[in-house]
């Protein structure tokens, strides 16, 4: 897996040395979960082009995002997704599980192939957060043993996480919680 300076992001990307790292760190856990999971190759790609992809606005100004999104209401922060999945399929991307990822890993969908529920635990579980460290490293080494009980508990840990720190929690959040609990 590249390391964050040679990872290859699109040329709209707008990132940061923080984020790009952040990425990374993403990918490599993918590749982590794919290799034990023994994903054939095109899995295995997609899964890297949704890390690759997943933050690559996220350091993109709020015009920018709500221009690309059409969205003009939704936290900017939590645009990013959905901006990146528009510039993804304009770009040609025609791999639905790979630009549905994109678009959701914020908030989760129910709909999502694994590609999704993969980046979404990646994006959560990944080393480089400061919180949970104990626990999210347990549950990102369960992923390759089970990936349905792993889905689970991040999906509970990141609703028990926006609670903790005043956060609402988004209908789709909800609808993918109820799908999987």
């Not at 990013?80 to 908030?107: F, K, M, N, Q, S």
């Not at 509970?156 to 956060?167: D, H, M, S, V």
């Amino acid at each position: 897996m590249p390391d964050a300076d040679s990872i290859e992001l699109p040329a709209w990307a707008v990132v940061s040395p923080r984020r790009r790292a952040h990425i990374a760190r993403v990918a490599a856990l993918l590749d982590r979960w794919a290799a034990a999971m023994q994903l054939d190759a095109a899995e295995r790609a997609a899964w890297q082009d949704a890390a690759r992809y997943h933050d690559a606005l996220r350091d993109a100004p709020d015009d920018i995002l709500r221009q690309l999104s059409g969205d003009s209401t939704t936290p900017t922060a939590i645009l990013h997704g959905p901006a990146a999945a528009v510039r993804l399929a304009a770009d040609g991307e025609r791999r639905a599980d790979v630009i549905a990822a994109v678009r959701w890993h914020t908030l989760g969908r129910a709909e999502w192939a694994r590609c999704g529920r993969a980046l979404y635990m990646a994006d959560f579980l990944e080393p480089g957060r400061r919180f949970d460290r104990e626990l999210r490293a347990a549950i990102a080494d369960e992923v390759p043993h089970d990936f349905d009980r792993a889905f689970r508990r991040v999906v509970r840990a990141r609703i028990e996480w926006a609670l903790r720190e005043g956060k609402g929690i988004h209908g789709e959040t909800v609808r993918l919680w109820d799908a999987v609990r």
